[in-house]
């Protein structure tokens, strides 16, 4: 019996064509919500970029799982490990890299570019607050938002052997903790809550929700995923401009 499902924000609650939670995603809630079934947020956003939304959550999932909590509780801390993060500070000023960090309650932008104000308009992100990368080392990051393309990922990945790089968007890559990932996220809610992991569902559309959708019960892809997010999933719904959740809540 299902008893909590996890969802990622975009390309799966918000469209990237309307940036809306569908009339259908809210029915859907309705649904799970009447069958006592807990809803929980799981995305690689922060808090701060996480907007007000028609439906509710009983805990959050941000960052990748660098940083879960309820309301009441802080569930799961995990920043990136500064040796990495001041190789990655290095690596972008010399590369001359727009660079975004996301800190426990806010975020920072650094050499910012044409790809990042696209990147920026395309999520609907406010824009954060424009530092230098020497403001970025006075800085805790939980998340980096590297803007580089796929065939760096490699390089960097080797500069920052304490992280990981779940990439879900070609003009970027997230940079988070080893070990970090919304599925870690998923196991500290359910334990928290005393739920079965047989017992969740989750949605999502991008790399960084491989993990997740492997280690739920039911795993559905969007159907406006990719072909390896979609053979990670047990099930594949429709498009997020589809009514993809509710079609999979209804079946």
């Known amino acids: 019996m299902i008893k909590a499902a996890f969802f990622d924000i975009d390309g799966t609650l918000l469209s990237f064509n309307t940036h809306r939670v569908s009339e259908g995603t809210i029915r859907a809630f309705d649904m ?3 069958a006592r079934v807990h809803t929980f947020i799981s995305s690689g956003r922060p808090l701060v970029l996480i907007p007000k939304m028609p439906v509710t959550f009983e805990a959050h999932i941000t960052m ?12 799961l801390s995990n920043p990136v490990p500064t040796a990495d993060y001041h190789a990655w500070l ?21 050499q910012p570019n044409e790809i990042g ?54 003009a970027f890559t997230d940079i988070v903790a080893d070990g970090n990932s919304k599925a870690k996220g998923m196991e500290a809610i359910c334990n928290h809550f005393g739920i079965n992991q047989d017992d ?14 492997q280690w739920a019960g039911i795993g559905i892809a969007m159907g406006n995923a990719g072909d390896t997010v979609k053979k990670a999933a047990d099930m594949v719904s429709a498009g997020v401009d589809d009514e993809g959740i ?6």
Request: hydrophobic fraction near 40%; charged fraction near 25%; aromatic fraction near 6%.
């Open 64 to 75: 990748n799982g660098a940083l879960v909590f309820t309301p009441q509780q802080t569930l």
């Open 32 to 34: 799970l919500h009447r």
């Open 200 to 213: 969740t569902i989750a949605f999502g559309d991008g790399g960084n929700d491989i993990e997740m959708l």
């Open 246 to 251: 509710e079609k999979a809540v209804e079946k």
């Open 117 to 170: 104000m696209k990147l920026r308009d395309q999520l609907e992100f406010e824009m954060p607050p424009v530092g230098t990368i020497d403001d970025m080392r006075q800085q805790q990051a939980f998340q980096i938002i590297a803007l580089m393309p796929p065939e760096k990922d490699r390089e960097v990945a080797a500069l920052m052997p304490q992280c990981r790089l779940p990439r879900w968007h070609p």
């Open 90 to 110: 290095d690596y972008a000023k010399q590369n001359n890299l727009c660079t975004m960090v996301f800190t426990e309650s806010g975020m920072m932008l650094a």
